[in-house]
């Protein structure tokens, strides 16, 4: 039996594998409209070109941008957490190929893909405008986008971990993956909530269900 059979890379694939699958046989329980379709290619269409204006860079990977997770969050809030993953999955994707920094199948997997897929994970939170006072509303909004970050945090995390170790430079690895990536993650973080509390996010919830019933007469 091969020694490196059960490295760290190797298992890491097998459960990223595992964890994709799971996703996709959620996401593929939802009945995707001809509303959602449009609404996911515009927002991925907006998220990417957001994410092209980059306010700092990281120098392996990561980015500060004015707000290129909004889209895909907005997308979460709106029609749940399933059509919100689906839409950061295909915007990782595009990233991968708008400017990717890859040293490993497994760390792209982690840091476009999975990682952006995770955005999507905000829409599991999210307010009952019928219920909430407007402070539990931003409440739950923020808390969807921490979330979501969160999640993100998780998979660069892991791949920082693995694959970029050296730069750490004697440094702890866990902690130097950790700083590196929070340090822009937080920026993103406080930029997407005060942007998304400061929209009508009640008004197009609101607006896109009607219009979604609408269809659904015809």
Do not use: W
């Amino acid at each position: 039996m091969p020694k490196d059979l059960f490295s760290i890379p190797n298992i890491l694939s097998v459960l990223i594998v595992l964890v994709l699958l799971l996703l996709f046989i959620r996401i593929k329980k939802v009945k995707l409209t001809t509303s959602s379709m449009v609404t996911i290619g515009l927002t991925i269409a907006i998220a990417t070109v957001l994410g092209q204006f980059k306010l700092f860079k990281m120098p392996q990977g990561g980015s500060v941008t004015p707000g290129s997770l909004i889209p895909i969050l907005l997308l979460s809030f709106i029609y749940g957490p399933e059509i919100g993953m689906l839409g950061g999955f295909i915007l990782g994707i595009l990233n991968l190929f708008l400017g990717g920094y890859v040293v490993h199948p497994i760390q792209l997997l982690l840091d476009y893909p999975l990682a952006f897929m995770m955005i999507g994970i905000g829409g599991f939170i999210k307010p009952n405008y019928s219920k909430d006072t407007p402070i539990q509303s931003r409440i739950k909004i923020s808390l969807g986008i921490l979330i979501a970050i969160l999640g993100r945090l998780l998979c660069h995390f892991l791949s920082g971990i693995i694959f970029f170790s050296e730069y750490a430079k004697g440094q702890n690895p866990y902690i130097y993956s950790l700083v590196y990536n929070i340090s822009f993650l937080s920026i993103e973080f406080i930029i997407s909530c005060i942007i998304i509390n400061l929209l009508p996010i009640k008004n197009l919830i609101s607006n896109f269900n009607s219009v979604n019933k609408n269809k659904a007469r015809i």
